[in-house]
């Protein structure tokens, strides 16, 4: 692991602001440091899917807030696209010393465990409709997630865990797996719970994870915290969501898509106009707080 010495007092985490597929622009970005200024924060970690192009798009707006805000992040499998898996390696496992506190950041995998489903069907599934398909990762899942939990009982093990968060991508508890069936055979590629028994053997008390798109608040399990507000797409937005169950003249099929409720709205102007309004309580509920 290597680590930051920085004086801190406030530190926001969030996850998969997918900066690129949200067309994040100079309104965004302004709006997102003034969301963080407001908030006295001085500290933001993205826990992963900032986006699909690392050296194109994230570096530059990694750049960007780190002008207004001190900026760490660890990677989803989003941003794992253009990165060879040297790369990937050198960014995974970071200790962070906040000054009370200390950051643990890694990436964390899948290992299919959280599907019911054979192999071949799982994998099948994956070479065909999984964004995954596309890395270039030298091991199987279940090797990249054996060596994660390996490096994590290590670290953790090797730390003082009474004042520790740790940021990661991907689902460490199936609790937090998708239920309906549409979505469920996607769980394969959500996460393990072997992460979970190592927080609870290590007496782990806040994680802060991503990955699945959907907001869960805090959920405490055997003693470790939970924190899961996703950012996610527009289509997903509570904004968006919000702002075409309040007008259902624009939705006469009554669609539950959000991708077509999205397209219904995304063009007009007065969503435009309350999108702009509405952007920083987006931005502030996909927050999760630690005082420092």
């Not at 054996?146 to 689902?171: C, G, P, Y």
């Amino acid at each position: 692991p290597f680590c930051y010495n920085v004086p801190m007092t406030r530190l926001a985490v969030m996850s998969d602001l997918h900066i690129d597929l949200n067309h994040f622009e100079t309104y965004e970005i302004d709006t997102l440091i003034k969301c963080l200024k407001d908030q006295e924060v001085s500290h933001l970690h993205i826990a992963g899917d900032i986006s699909n192009h690392y050296y194109i798009d994230t570096k530059p707006f990694l750049r960007k807030l780190s002008k207004a805000v001190k900026v760490t992040y660890n990677l989803g499998n989003h941003d794992m696209l253009d990165l060879e898996d040297d790369l990937i390696d050198n960014l995974d496992f970071q200790v962070i010393d906040l000054g009370s506190k200390t950051l643990l950041a890694f990436h964390g995998w899948y290992d299919y465990s959280y599907s019911d489903e054979n192999l071949e069907k799982i994998l099948n599934r994956k070479k065909q409709l999984w964004f995954d398909r596309r890395l270039k990762r030298l091991d199987t899942d279940p090797e990249i997630c054996q060596r994660s939990l390996k490096k994590l009982e290590n670290v953790l093990s090797e730390l003082d865990t009474s004042n520790l968060i740790v940021a990661m991508h991907f689902v460490p508890h199936s609790r937090f797996t998708m239920t309906h069936e549409r979505f469920a055979p996607f769980n394969a590629y959500l996460g393990s719970e072997e992460f979970h028994q190592i927080f609870v053997k290590h007496g782990v008390k806040d994680v802060v994870f991503g990955h699945a798109h959907r907001s869960h608040g805090t959920v405490t399990i055997d003693g470790v915290s939970y924190h899961s507000r996703p950012l996610g797409y527009r289509r997903e937005w509570d904004l968006t969501i919000d702002f075409v169950s309040n007008h259902p003249e624009l939705n006469p099929t009554g669609t539950w898509n959000l991708s077509k409720r999205y397209n219904l709205v995304k063009k007009r102007p007065e969503f435009l106009e309350y999108e702009k309004k509405e952007l920083a309580n987006e931005f502030l509920s996909s927050m999760t707080l630690f005082d420092l």
